[in-house]
C-alpha cells in the first residue's frame, strides 16, 4: 500500500475507525500523529464493539505495528486503562506498540482547566470533551509541558511535576476549584510510567527505518478538518491540526513520503459540540437517533446532524489535498426522500462557494441546496457498487463530483464486510 494519510473531512466521527481498519489489513504500520483520548474510533470485529481513543486502530490486527507519534498529547493514565481494557479483551498489546518519547502529557491540572473554562464561558463554551486537550497543548506551546521522555525518568517528572502543580493550583484557586495534590497525582503517574516505558521510544527515527524498509504506513486523523486549530471553526475547534499536515509534524515523517491522502465524509453531517453546522436539520437528527445511531464514542452525548455539506467538503479536499474520498454511513438516509445537499452558501444576499472564517459570519450562512431522490430501500447488504441501488449511486457520485475527488470507498454499516471498494 502507498503511504496514505486518512483524514476526517467534515466535523470529526466521519466513521475513519472504521476505514482505517479496512485499510489497516494493506498497511505495515498504522500512526496517530494528533489528538489524545479526546477522539473515540468506534471499530466493529467479530461481532465486538472496540472503542479506540489513543490507541490506533491497527492494533487489532495481528502483525501490525501502531505508533503514537509526537504530535499526539497522551493521558498516561488513561492509556494504560486502554492499554490494559484491550489486553483483557484478548488483544496482543506489546511489541506491536510504540510511543514517541517526544509526546507531550496530559496532567489532572489540564483536565480541570479545561472544564473550569468550559464553565467560565457559559453560552460562548467550546463543549469540549473535558479529557483536557486544550491546555496539554497550550502548555506545549508555551513550552511549559511535560513529555513522555520525562515521564520514564522518575526524579526529572516528579521535580517537573511538583513545579507545575505549584503554579496551576494558584490558577485554580482564581477559578475557585480545588487544589490538585502533587503526591497523590505523582504516584499514580509514576506507576503509569513504568507500565508504559516498555512502549517508549524515538518513533521518529524507528519509522524512518522502516520507510527504508519499504514498510507502507497509513496515517490515522482523529476529529475532522473543520475541528483544526488552523483551519476548523475556530474558536470552536480542537487543539491540533487534524488536516493533512499534521500527520508530518506530528510523526516526523516527511511531506515527499506521504502518497495519497483519503478523506472520510459521512453521506450526512454530523458534529458534537457547539459553533456553526449550517446544514442542521432536527428532523435528519430525530431519525438518525431513533435508529440508535449517532451518538458520541466518547462522552456519549447525542450528535447534532445535518444535510452533507459540499462547500465544506470541497474545502476540506482543498486544504488536505485529497485525493481519495471515502462515503461513509450511507445506509443512515436509507428511508429519507428526497435528500438534500448543500451546494453553496447566502450570506447577505451574496452566495458563498467557500466557507467564511468568521464563526458568526458562518452562523449567518443560509444553505443553498439541491435536491436528489432518495432510494428508500435498505442498503445494508450491498456488497458492489452495482448492488447499490442507482439512486444512492447517483447520490454518492454527485458527492465526490462537488466535492473533487475520486470515490474509492461506500460504507454500508459499521462491519469490515459493508465496505464497497470501488
Ligand atoms: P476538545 O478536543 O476536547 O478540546 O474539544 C473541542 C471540540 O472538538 C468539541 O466540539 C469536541 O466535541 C470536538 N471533538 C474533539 N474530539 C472529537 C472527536 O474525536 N470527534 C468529534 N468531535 C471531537
Ligand atoms: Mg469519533
Not at 345 to 373: F, H, M, T, W
Request: glycine share 10%; proline share 5%.
Amino acid at each position: 500500500m502507498a503511504n496514505t494519510i486518512l483524514v476526517g473531512a467534515q466535523w470529526g466521527d466521519e466513521g475513519k475507525g472504521k476505514i482505517i481498519d479496512v485499510l489497516t489489513a494493506k498497511a505495515d504500520i498504522v500512526v496517530r500523529s494528533q489528538g489524545g483520548n479526546n477522539a473515540g474510533h468506534t471499530v466493529i470485529h467479530r461481532d465486538t464493539k472496540y472503542i479506540l481513543h489513543l490507541i490506533p486502530s491497527g492494533i487489532l490486527r495481528r502483525g501490525k505495528i501502531c505508533v503514537i507519534g509526537n504530535g499526539v498529547v497522551i493521558d498516561p493514565l488513561a492509556l494504560v486503562g486502554e492499554i490494559e481494557g484491550l489486553q483483557k479483551m484478548g488483544i496482543a498489546v506489546g511489541k506491536n506498540l510504540l510511543i514517541s518519547d517526544c509526546a507531550h502529557l496530559v496532567l489532572p491540572y489540564h483536565r480541570v482547566l479545561d472544564e473550569q473554562r468550559e464553565i467560565l464561558k457559559g453560552h460562548a463554551k467550546i463543549g469540549t470533551t473535558k479529557r483536557g486537550i486544550g491546555p496539554a497543548y497550550g502548555d506545549k506551546a508555551a513550552r511549559t509541558g511535560l513529555r513522555m521522555c520525562d515521564l520514564i525518568q522518575p526524579e526529572v517528572f516528579s521535580a517537573k511535576l511538583k513545579a507545575k502543580i505549584k503554579e496551576n493550583n494558584s490558577i485554580l484557586a482564581a477559578f475557585g476549584a480545588n487544589p490538585i495534590n502533587f503526591r497523590d497525582v505523582n504516584e499514580k503517574y509514576l506507576e503509569a510510567g513504568e507500565k508504559l516505558r516498555p512502549f517508549v521510544a524515538n518513533t521518529v527515527v524507528w519509522l524512518h527505518r522502516a520507510l527504508q524498509r519499504n514498510k507502507s504506513i497509513l496515517f490515522e486523523g482523529a476529529q475532522g478538518t473543520f475541528l483544526d486549530i488552523d483551519h476548523g471553526t475556530y474558536p470552536y475547534v480542537t487543539s491540533s491540526n487534524t488536516t493533512a499536515g499534521g500527520a508530518c509534524t506530528g510523526s516526523g515523517v516527511p511531506p515527499h513520503r506521504m502518497d495519497v491522502v483519503l478523506g472520510v465524509v459521512k453521506a450526512y453531517t454530523t458534529r458534537v459540540g457547539e459553533g456553526s453546522l449550517p446544514t442542521e436539520d432536527a428532523e435528519i437528527a430525530d431519525m438518525l437517533h431513533e435508529m440508535g445511531r449517532e451518538f458520541g464514542a466518547t462522552t456519549g452525548r447525542p450528535r447534532r446532524c445535518g444535510w452533507f455539506d459540499a462547500v465544506a467538503a470541497r474545502y476540506a479536499a482543498m486544504i488536505n489535498g485529497i485525493d481519495e474520498l471515502a462515503i461513509t454511513n450511507l445506509d443512515g438516509l436509507d428511508s429519507v426522500d428526497p435528500i438534500r445537499i448543500c451546494v453553496g452558501y447566502r450570506l447577505n444576499g451574496k452566495r458563498l462557494d467557500v466557507p467564511p472564517s468568521d464563526a458568526a459570519q458562518l452562523e449567518n450562512c443560509e444553505p443553498i441546496y439541491e435536491k436528489l431522490p432518495g432510494w428508500k430501500t435498505p442498503t445494508e447488504a450491498a456488497k458492489t457498487f452495482a448492488d447499490l441501488p442507482g439512486a444512492a449511486r447517483t447520490y454518492v457520485n454527485r458527492l465526490a463530483e462537488l466535492t473533487g475527488a475520486k470515490l474509492t470507498i461506500v460504507s454500508v454499516g459499521p462491519s469490515r464486510g459493508q465496505t464497497i471498494l470501488l
